[in-house]
């Protein structure tokens, strides 16, 4: 399995306009709301919220979908 990642980490993502990268904000481990978004997250599933480093912008991310740079 994947190592967890850490606030700070720089990591990469996928999206529908291409890629991203920015850092690792927190780790979601039960279920919460990211701009009117519901972020289905649990101790045995959970996300990471990451910020863009070029908007600044946040999003949730499983630890499938981040590449640590």
Do not use: C, F
Request: no cysteine.
């Amino acid at each position: 399995m994947a190592k967890d990642l850490k606030p700070g980490d720089k990591v990469e993502w996928r999206h529908s306009q291409g890629e991203s990268t920015g850092k690792v904000v927190r780790k979601v481990t039960r279920t919460t709301h990211i701009k009117n978004h519901k972020v289905a997250a649990s101790p045995e599933h959970p996300e990471y919220i990451v910020e863009s480093g070029k908007t600044g912008a946040r999003a949730a991310h499983t630890r499938s979908g981040l590449r640590k740079l």
